[in-house]
């Protein structure tokens, strides 16, 4: 298998093994349509064995760790289950490491698929496979998803509750490292002076101002419209669920010059989990993606108030296989965009007409193509928007797609 291919499952219950040069904890989360486990009790590896039609297989360094899955006794609300990996020793990465998922039928051991995650470097963990539903059936999707900061990272993500362990080791040193205890009254003045034993103190201050520094760099849709500089992101999730509804991208520009009409195209891009292209549509393509994904037509004046050109999606009619859309406008005509004026891009509800977000391009080059902003498929299920302002020197769509798909 290849990263983001799929094959229908011929048994009702599959094993997926995942063996490597070194040896690796291998676990199973069972997750919703949200992409998030119901409770703790969904994340299975080796310290919780089972749950619901899931079960962890402890190799004993002999054999691969596995997770087993009986998909007739999954629970109806549950939609996939990842099957991830991380090396056992702590802080090894997977540099150098091939880690080879086998998926086989659990009963007669017959290989149903294998899987190697291509080019890993500095990944700490890995989601291998998901074993999914699709309508009344199940299949197996290959896809090689990296996380830097270990299982616990992936288990964050998907909504497993994570103990911090961080202020163990600080209350363990003291005791490790601190000489054996005087009886003398100068005694506790010697420890608090100690670098070794005063650290813990210092490291408390920053997990307190960590969690404001993601909100600033990536926020979620809670407080209404959110307005986006250059390579800001926005996540689409509102009251703590992913946007899966119908959206609509407005692209609008103005003429810099009074009277001059400025003929510019809007395009999306759909890519790959490899960043491979598989669809752009644009005013000669209208509809891609099974429908997923329309185009409002051509503008070519750039004249009037409002979005010149729209282009709407379903994002929960999306194939799986597209995990990033890149929207870009270019000027067919050579026009650069120093003859633009208030060129930006909006996301709005489909449904209610609610601008979600924007980004407002506030400086110009004179290009011919601008690369305005992405939405990216994360693993846990809902999309990320960044806003990008990259300008290109590309004419039509076909010009865009390498240097949108580097961008990613």
Not at 114 to 120: H, S
Not at 213 to 235: F, I, M, Q
């Amino acid at each position: 298998m290849t990263p983001g291919s799929n094959i229908p499952l011929t048994a009702a219950r599959v094993a997926v093994d995942v063996a490597a040069p070194v040896r690796l904890d291998v676990s199973g989360l069972l997750l919703t349509a949200a992409g998030k486990v119901r409770s703790d009790d969904d994340f299975i590896f080796y310290n919780q064995p089972s749950g619901p039609g899931v079960a962890h297989h402890a190799g004993g360094g002999t054999a691969p760790d596995s997770v087993s899955v009986d998909t007739a006794a999954v629970p109806a609300e549950i939609e996939k289950i990842v099957i991830t990996a991380s090396p056992d020793a702590a802080g090894q990465t997977f540099q150098g490491v091939e880690p080879t998922a086998t998926i086989r039928d659990a009963d007669g051991s017959a290989v149903l698929a294998t899987f190697t995650p291509p080019r890993l470097g500095g990944e700490t963990a890995l989601v291998v496979v998901e074993i999914y539903r699709r309508g009344d059936a199940w299949k197996a999707r290959a896809v090689g998803q990296g996380y830097a900061d270990g299982l616990a990272g992936i288990a964050t993500d998907f909504g497993v509750t994570v103990d911090d362990s961080a202020p163990a080791p600080a209350q363990a040193a003291p005791a490790a490292m601190a000489p054996p205890a005087p009886p003398a009254p100068p005694a506790p003045p010697a420890p608090a002076a100690d670098p070794r034993i005063s650290a813990p103190p210092a490291p408390a201050a920053p997990p307190a101002a960590a969690p404001p520094a993601p909100a600033a760099g990536k926020v979620n849709l809670d407080k209404g419209r959110v307005n986006l500089r250059k390579n800001e992101t926005v996540s689409l999730v509102k009251a703590g669920r992913p946007l899966f509804s119908v959206v609509r991208m407005g692209l609008g520009w103005e003429p810099a010059y009074r009277g001059k009409d400025i003929d510019l195209d809007a395009s999306v891009i759909a890519f790959g989990p490899e960043r491979n292209h598989l669809e752009s549509c644009y005013f000669g393509r209208l509809t891609i993606l099974g429908g997923a994904v329309k185009h409002s037509g051509d503008n070519l004046t750039g004249e009037g108030a409002g979005d010149d050109e729209t282009i709407t999606v379903d994002l929960g009619r999306l194939p799986q296989e597209a995990t990033g859309l890149v929207f870009t406008v270019n000027s067919f005509s050579g026009q650069k965009f120093t003859e633009v004026a208030k060129a930006y891009c909006r996301l709005l509800d489909a449904a209610t007409g609610e601008e979600l977000v924007r980004f407002d391009l506030t400086n110009a080059e004179p290009q011919t193509g601008v690369l305005m902003c992405k939405l990216i498929r994360q693993y846990s299920g809902e999309w990320d928007m960044t806003a990008m302002g990259e300008f290109i020197k590309a004419r039509t769509v076909r010009g865009m797609v390498k240097p949108a798909a580097k961008a990613l």
